[in-house]
């Protein structure tokens, strides 16, 4: 047994919380079991609560920057997590990975650029770019054998393009859960290098690691390679901190650290969240029990849903994920275009997902599930699931 909790309901409604306040006005229908945005519905660590609540009795909230312990937090979570020495000064922090893509993208891109992505992947990619101007190019991910992998020719053949300036990578990928290989990332990497692509890797996943695999941080892998990307991580997902806005981008080389320092000067970034900060802190610190206790719970979850859909509901597939807590679900063998789906799970099933074709090409016909809630919420979904499809 854990000592933490993760069975217990915590009742969200009334916080403000996307997930469950918001999602009536987002997806049009009421009381759905929300099983969509990612993040969770556990409480953080302890020792971040306990932090957190110091930081709130001292009562002055001012203007706050970023501590020695801050810097040390965050290079000793690289070190032994991730096994990657991690300077102070590549350290730049940022309010968000989503406003650091959207920089990103302004920094080194210009008008009319292409930015590629690997789709079906995390939409605000799409957004960081058609947003600011920029063009996507979608170099497909590929399912074989019921596994996704990337599609390297033809990443190869439109890496070519000239107006290719930008690859931003999903490592780990949502939604599709791949955990990217030594190889595949060596691999896409040259690719890039060859053609004067920054690769931004998005690493906001890369805590979240099942079944005992490591995560390779992009920038890690070579010199060559730390010279052209930038790495996109956060406790936001790790610890359940979305709501404090506090994240990193790892920026190895110093002219793309100080170009990408315009861009967040511009739009006038300066100080830290005050909670952000303390709880990135405690979190990097002592939250190591808990995250080990917490991958055990998704796991089994992940074991749940795998069974309770082999049993239960065989018409749909799942993708096993080897990393996040998002699994991604085929129900092409329903038979339904996007718009019978995101109907049937909405009206007839009363579940809320991530729809499959906000993800862009290739999702239309998936939904992504959140298996981090209790059980007894997932499985309140998978019933109400199986109902729906027994009823078709
Ligand atoms: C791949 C990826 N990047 C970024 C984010 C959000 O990052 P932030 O809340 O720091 O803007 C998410 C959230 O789901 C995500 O899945």
């Known amino acids: 047994m854990s000592e933490y909790d993760f069975d217990r309901i915590i009742e969200r409604r009334g916080t403000g919380c996307e997930k469950w306040d918001m999602m009536e006005a987002i997806f ?21 609560v306990r932090a957190l609540l110091r930081r709130v009795e001292h009562g002055v909230y001012g203007y706050t920057g970023y501590s020695d312990g801050y810097f040390n937090a965050v290079t000793g979570w690289m070190r032994r997590r991730h096994g990657w020495d991690v300077r102070r000064e590549w350290i ?11 920089l990103l993208v302004r920094a080194f891109t210009r008008p009319g650029d292409r930015v590629i992505v690997q789709q079906p992947v995390y939409h605000p990619f799409m957004l960081a770019a058609e947003n600011n101007g920029r063009r996507v190019l979608n170099s497909g991910l590929r399912l074989e054998g019921g596994r996704y992998v990337m599609d390297l020719d033809d990443l190869r053949k439109k890496a070519r393009s000239r107006r290719v300036k930008m690859l931003i990578l999903c490592s780990p990928h949502n ?20 053609n004067g692509i920054i690769v931004v890797s998005d690493e906001i996943h890369s805590d979240l690691v099942l079944g005992g695999r490591r995560h390779v941080p992009f920038a890690s892998l070579s ?8 790495v996109c991580t956060a406790p936001s997902k790790t610890f359940n901190l979305a709501g404090l806005q506090t994240a990193n981008l790892i920026i190895p080389d110093a002219k793309l650290r100080r170009e990408y320092s315009v861009a967040q000067e511009e739009c006038g970034f300066f ?23 917490l991958l055990k719970y998704i796991e089994e979850n992940l074991r749940f849903l795998s069974e309770f859909i082999t049993r239960k509901i065989p018409r749909i597939t799942l993708i096993e994920p080897e990393a996040t807590y998002l699994a991604w679900l085929d129900f092409r063998g329903l038979g339904m275009d996007s718009r019978a789906l995101k109907d049937f799970l909405r009206h007839s099933a009363g579940v809320a997902l991530g729809e499959g074709h906000i993800f862009g090409g290739g999702g239309e016909g998936f939904a992504r599930v959140n298996l981090a809630c209790p059980r007894k919420i997932l499985e309140e979904g998978l019933g109400r699931l199986a109902n729906a499809v027994d009823g078709l």
């Open 223 to 230: 010199e060559e390679l730390a010279a052209c990307s930038v």
């Open 175 to 194: 939604p599709v859960g791949r955990l990217w290989t030594r190889d595949e990332l060596a691999e896409t990497g040259s690719i890039c290098v060859e």
């Open 28 to 48: 049009g229908a009421k009381d759905l079991v929300p099983l969509w945005v990612a993040d969770m519905d556990f409480a953080s660590p302890p020792e971040v």
């Open 271 to 293: 100080s830290a969240n005050a909670f952000g900060t303390v709880a990135l802190e405690a979190a990097y610190t002592y939250g190591e029990p808990w995250l080990e206790a």
């Open 92 to 102: 730049v922090p940022c309010p968000g990975v989503v406003p650091g893509l959207n």
